[in-house]
């Protein structure tokens, strides 16, 4: 399949896919709320149990482990079983995990919770799978970055409402994350319909994850791909993991550190600026400068956001800095996983892009840890300068020409 017509794109009509396209955007937008709602709550949740910072740290990282095993097991499933059923199981565990940290009594819990949504977290691979399926290879640049509005507005909504419902204390916005998921349930089970492309080749014997794996990673415009989204999933995991900690190092407002509340209202922000470019710049861009240019703006304004966080200390860069910075994110997730899903066929989009999510839940483990020892280094501008490094290696990448018909180009 030629990549360069995976990642070029017509304009995206909607049509009989809406009510779809309204239930997976949901799923999605439920997954990234208990990240993000999580995000400046569980460092003060998990102190209120007694964690120190290591324990907060783990708490970080075993979300992540649990991904990196569950990702590729519920993509295959899905390429089995089907989407439908799949998400419904995985909404359930990220529903159970929501209730568990919002009851748990003590630190085991808060560890059970979160070990129970890493597990069952395959929600966002299936779904990224569902959308390559139902859309046309010219469209589904455009269809991952309507989708990949959710994380935007997850990264709006989620830590806006930690910032005002924290005045009432941790349950709250937590018990409202899982209502929320609740309701993502109800409308997976009958909005959405089950997709037939996945029956395709039913009596096809499925591969193990391990011989896909590494079918995938021996194919060459796959091995460039993996490691141009390896790259931003690694910068864009440091800096939300790092973030909040080196804001509260290294700016103050009225004379103190930034709080988390503060914190919270910055991620708001990251997330109103993620929105606004899924839904008026990315469409344009690839239509107007193809897959690969688009991708290349991308990990140039991450590389600038990270950059200018390296330099100041003015809390108002904060604005300049978050806006370069999700830019760039909310242009390369749709564009790198375009790339990716188009150059396998529908039967098996579910597992390479389970993978993805696999090498996203190991940044996730990876990060936190580069984060704290970067933060715990006299010079706090390390900590800014490692996402910058790996948009820079990622740019670099993009002039890397695959052979025709061997790959999605990026």
Not at 29 to 43: Q, S
Not at 182 to 196: C, E, K, M, R, V
Not at 326 to 353: C, K, M, N, T, Y
């Amino acid at each position: 399949m030629d990549g360069t017509s995976t990642l070029n794109n017509n304009r995206f009509k909607i049509g009989s896919m809406d009510s779809r396209l309204a239930a997976i955007f949901l799923i999605v937008l439920i997954d990234v709320l208990g990240l993000t709602i999580i995000l400046p709550l569980l460092p003060f949740y998990s102190e209120h149990f007694g964690a120190g910072a290591k324990t907060v740290g783990l708490l970080v990282a075993v979300y992540g482990a649990c991904q990196l095993v569950s990702g590729p097991i519920f993509g295959r499933w899905s390429d089995r079983y089907g989407r439908k059923p799949i998400l419904l199981l995985s909404q359930m565990g990220t529903c159970a995990g929501f209730l568990v940290l919002a009851f748990a009594p003590s630190l085991k819990w808060v560890f059970l919770a979160r070990i129970i949504d890493g597990v069952t977290a395959g929600n966002i691979s299936i779904a990224q799978a569902y959308i390559a399926d139902i859309a046309k290879p010219q469209e589904r640049p455009k269809a991952l970055g309507k989708i990949s509005v959710a994380f935007g507005v997850g990264f709006f909504i989620g830590p806006a409402l930690t910032a005002v419902l924290y005045h009432f204390g941790y349950r709250p916005p937590i018990l409202l994350a899982a209502l929320l998921s609740l309701l993502s349930i109800i409308a997976t089970a009958f909005l959405l319909p089950q997709d037939g492309s996945w029956k395709k080749q039913p009596e096809q014997q499925l591969p193990s994850l391990l011989s896909a794996a590494i079918t995938y990673f021996r194919k060459s415009s796959l091995q460039a791909n993996f490691l141009r989204i390896f790259l931003y999933y690694i910068s864009f995991a440091a800096y939300i993991a790092g973030f909040a900690l080196f804001a509260e190092r290294r700016f103050r407002v009225a004379g103190n550190p930034m709080n988390a509340r503060q914190v919270g209202y910055a991620f708001a922000y990251f997330g109103l600026v993620g929105i606004i470019t899924q839904l008026f710049c990315i469409g344009k861009m690839t239509e107007t400068l193809g897959g690969r240019r688009t991708a290349m703006a991308g990990f140039t304004t991450s590389f600038l956001g990270y950059g200018v966080l390296c330099l100041v200390h003015n809390p108002w860069w904060i604005l300049l800095a978050g806006a370069l910075s999700s830019f760039g994110s909310g242009v390369l997730r749709p564009v790198l996983l375009s790339a990716i899903a188009g150059d396998v066929p529908p039967q098996e989009r579910g597992g390479v892009i389970g993978v993805t999510q696999a090498l996203q839940s190991f940044t996730q483990i990876v990060s936190p840890l580069v984060s704290t020892a970067l933060l715990a280094s006299s010079t706090l501008a390390f900590w800014g300068l490692f996402p910058a490094m790996m948009n820079v290696f990622g740019l670099c990448l993009m002039f890397r020409r695959e052979p025709e018909n061997d790959g999605a180009s990026a």
